[in-house]
């Protein structure tokens, strides 16, 4: 009798919550792509007018519009199907915030999408600045799908944060775009918010999501800590700090360091009593890694994925494994 009651109560759940939703997932494949992208289409269009608003929006972004040398994607409209709720725990969601994350030129995507599919995962694309065209209700309810839908989400490498985001003016700051940076931050805090999913975030994904999460950032290693160590296109070694989940520090077993690669020229400030442990630091002081404190995260300054080595692929095979511990329950297994 308990177990009809809940499920019952299961169902009347789930129908509210469908009833409610002003936005529905689908998934995209434009052809040029190496994996589907995201795609947030309101109750009252298809997912072609979807698509079509979401391209035309973009143009009216002039900031954006440049990044693609002028013009809007070339992304065909085709191949469309709903984002299906059978498949989530196996499902790795990369925001797009570059040209080359839309086609099949990207090593980077390249490289998580092997990796994620060797661990069992399959891989999707979130277009960058995905909600353009949204309103503010139909924008929290697409945070909540994605945060809901997705239990690991990756925010990628890229350009520098505009310093307002952080409070400060820009200092050595170069090729911001504050409409995808406010983009990404709301996303991330509504993500980290709700608690449902792992968040992996990998040199500027470390330091938006950081500023999501209220840390500020040097703006220019060179100027305003010195050359000590060589941070922009190096490799050098970070020394492991404990953390109370100890994801890097249980890859070095008795060793205190890794080699790491290193495509940066800015670092998070790290500061104590926030939701991040500090996990890795280079010699010259500067954050190359964090640990969110409840174990749902982990920020790189380096890139796992172009290190090319098998240490890179250790790092990104802990962090799904940590993400299948922290992941909250199905219903289904709830029930079984």
Not at 25 to 44: D, F, N, T
Request: glycine fraction near 6%; proline fraction near 5%.
């Amino acid at each position: 009798m308990r177990f009809f009651l809940l499920t019952i109560l299961f169902l009347l759940g789930s129908s509210s919550a469908w009833a409610a939703e002003l936005i529905r997932l689908y998934e995209w494949l434009p052809g040029r792509s190496q994996a589907p992208l995201i795609l947030p289409v309101k109750a009252s269009e298809s997912p072609e007018e979807a698509a079509r608003r979401y391209l035309q929006n973009l143009t009216n972004q002039p900031d954006i519009v440049e990044l693609f040398e002028g013009k809007a994607p070339e992304l065909s409209i085709q191949n469309f199907k709903p984002l299906n709720d059978t498949t989530r725990e196996s499902r790795a969601l990369l925001i797009a915030n570059l040209p080359k994350d839309y086609t099949q030129d990207s090593l980077r995507v390249t490289n998580f999408k092997k990796i994620f599919a060797d661990g069992g995962h399959t891989s999707y694309i979130l277009p960058l600045v995905a909600d353009i065209g949204l309103s503010q209700s139909e924008s929290r309810d697409f945070h909540k799908q994605i945060a809901e839908k997705f239990p690991f989400m990756v925010a990628m490498g890229g350009d520098d944060v505009a310093p307002h985001f952080y409070g400060q003016e820009n200092f050595h700051s170069g090729r911001t775009i504050p409409a995808r940076d406010q983009f990404e931050i709301r996303l991330i805090k509504s993500y980290v918010a709700q608690g449902k999913g792992f968040l992996l975030g990998i040199c500027r994904g470390s330091q938006i999501s950081s500023v999501a999460l209220g840390y500020k950032m040097i703006q220019d290693i060179p100027f305003h800590i010195g050359e000590k160590v060589a941070h922009s296109d190096h490799w050098h070694n970070i020394e492991i700090k404990d953390t109370q989940h100890q994801l890097l520090r249980s890859l070095v077993g008795a060793e205190k360091s890794l080699h790491v690669n290193s495509l940066h020229h800015q670092s998070v400030i790290f500061k104590e009593g926030g939701p991040l442990q500090l996990a890795a630091q280079s010699p010259d002081g500067i954050t190359e890694a964090t640990e969110f404190k409840n174990g749902r995260g982990l920020l790189l300054q380096f890139h796992p994925e172009l290190m090319n080595n098998n240490l890179g692929s250790k790092i990104l095979w802990k962090v799904l494994e940590q993400k299948n511990k922290v992941m909250p329950r199905t219903c289904s297994r709830l029930f079984l």
